[in-house]
């Protein structure tokens, strides 16, 4: 559970800096419940915060500055939901654990970009201050363990989906190198031929540009099925 106390003091002292007298309250949602489904209620995402786990199961710890944290909120009722998406350790894979956050480097530099957010979304105010850095100052090096990441689980994470295996050129990573060099075969394959066609006699101009186009439709169909298959197979290994 979070500090929710201390995250309603900074809250309110964040909500107070912008004159906002409205009484907002910040509780801890724990359910995927899709709130933003419903009407009058308005979601923000605050992705990249720095926060430290630990395992409850083996006790190891990491840190990690790719957490997500998922803000539900509705001005009738001046009332937020907060979700924070948890991170399995990697050493045990045994479930998510909930993220530490610094109050003071963390926790209000998330609350004030919140703010930000209420006062554009609910108060339809003009924001141009750009939500602040909540990464810490940590840069996150290495592929994103996708199964590892409760915001990946639930399509709320930011990090791009890049399969880990094409850093590191193995199964998955032999088979882009094969469409790569495919094409290119493929492509000196149609200028080969089409340059021998050229050599062999002697036709009109407009024969010479109709069988040309003729050749690069049937090149660019045999890339077009060649990589459509890849794809196909590429996916079907990452499913
Ligand atoms: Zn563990
Ligand atoms: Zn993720």
């Known amino acids: 559970m979070l500090e929710l106390y201390r995250w309603n003091n900074i809250f309110f002292e964040e909500i107070r ?8 309250i910040l509780e801890q949602e724990e359910q995927d419940l899709k709130w933003h489904q419903k009407i ?15 395992c409850s199961s083996c006790g190891h710890k990491w840190s990690s500055a790719r957490v997500t944290i998922q803000f539900y909120m509705k001005k009738a009722i001046h009332e937020v939901k907060v979700r924070v998406f ?15 956050f610094d109050l003071e480097t963390s926790v209000r530099r998330i609350l004030g970009n919140l703010v930000l957010s209420i006062r554009k979304q609910c108060y339809g105010q003009q924001i141009y201050n750009k939500p602040r850095s909540v990464n810490n100052g940590q840069h996150t090096e290495g592929p994103h363990e996708r199964k590892l990441c409760e915001a990946c689980k639930h ?9 880990t295996s094409l850093l590191r050129g193995t199964e998955t990573g032999g088979t882009v190198w094969g469409l790569i060099v495919s094409i290119s075969l493929l492509v000196i394959m149609g200028t080969v031929l089409c340059y021998q066609w050229v ?10 540009l109709q069988q040309c186009a003729k050749g ?10 060649w990589v459509r298959s890849t794809i196909n197979a590429f996916l079907h290994h990452l499913a």
């Open 17 to 24: 800096k912008v004159h906002q007298t409205d009484g907002w």
């Open 40 to 54: 009058g209620w308005k979601s923000y995402i605050q992705h990249g915060a720095f926060a430290r786990f630990d």
């Open 86 to 100: 948890g991170q399995k350790c990697r050493k045990c894979c045994d479930q998510f654990e909930e993220p530490k």
């Open 155 to 163: 399509h709320v994470c930011n990090v791009p989906v890049v399969p």
């Open 199 to 208: 050599s062999s006699r002697e036709p009109t101009r407009d024969e010479l």
């Open 216 to 225: 690069g439709r049937r090149v660019l169909g045999e890339i077009y099925s």
